[in-house]
């Protein structure tokens, strides 16, 4: 019972110079370093990343609490509105330019309405829907790629 209140109380519990806190910190470092040297080391830019981004909430929370009167956790919930606004209005600008190369990407084909181009002769108004399609790639019937995946 004597472990569980050192932990609880977060007081030195092995000896005078070791503390609880050093024993996480070196728990860390362990837990680091065996990610880093496994097959999921992708795993640390997600570590990296939270922690940039809380970096950027600790600043922006400091820069609201010290221009404003705000308290402490009204410019921690400033910072976390902030940047989800920031998140969201990104979101919705490259969701506009998914929305506009749709089409693009189903016929492989820009649609002339979205191109603001010089006004079209009288010889391409009269094509045919086949004639608009411009073939790239050939197409044989005996196609065997030389590289496999």
Same mark, same amino acid.
Do not use: C
């Given at each position: 019972?004597?472990?569980?209140?050192?932990?609880?109380?977060?007081?030195?519990?092995?000896?005078?110079?070791?503390?609880?806190?050093?024993?996480?910190?070196?728990?860390?470092?362990?837990?680091?370093?065996?990610?880093?040297?496994?097959?999921?080391?992708?795993?640390?830019?997600?570590?990296?990343?939270?922690?940039?981004?809380?970096?950027?909430? !600790?600043?922006?929370?400091?820069?609201?609490?010290?221009?404003?009167?705000?308290?402490?956790?009204?410019?921690?919930?400033?910072?976390?509105?902030?940047?989800?606004?920031?998140?969201?209005?990104?979101?919705?600008?490259?969701?506009?330019?998914?929305?506009?190369?749709?089409?693009?990407?189903?016929?492989?084909? !820009?649609?002339?309405?979205?191109?603001?181009?010089?006004?079209?002769?009288?010889?391409?108004?009269?094509?045919?829907?086949?004639?608009?399609?411009? !073939?790239?790639?050939?197409?044989?019937?005996?196609?065997?790629?030389?590289?496999?995946?």
């Amino acid at each position: 019972m004597a472990t569980f209140t050192i932990i609880a109380t977060s007081t030195p519990g092995l000896s005078g110079t070791f503390y609880w806190s050093t024993l996480g910190y070196m728990l860390l470092a362990v837990g680091i370093l065996a990610t880093y040297l496994s097959g999921r080391r992708y795993l640390l830019g997600y570590l990296l990343g939270g922690m940039g981004y809380w970096v950027l909430i !600790e600043g922006i929370q400091s820069i609201v609490v010290n221009v404003t009167s705000m308290s402490s956790g009204y410019g921690y919930l400033t910072a976390v509105l902030l940047t989800v606004a920031a998140a969201s209005s990104y979101l919705g600008y490259r969701y506009r330019q998914f929305v506009a190369t749709m089409d693009t990407q189903k016929t492989g084909v !820009e649609s002339l309405s979205h191109r603001r181009a010089a006004p079209l002769s009288a010889a391409v108004k009269t094509r045919t829907p086949k004639d608009k399609y411009i !073939e790239h790639t050939p197409i044989y019937n005996n196609y065997k790629p030389r590289f496999r995946n």
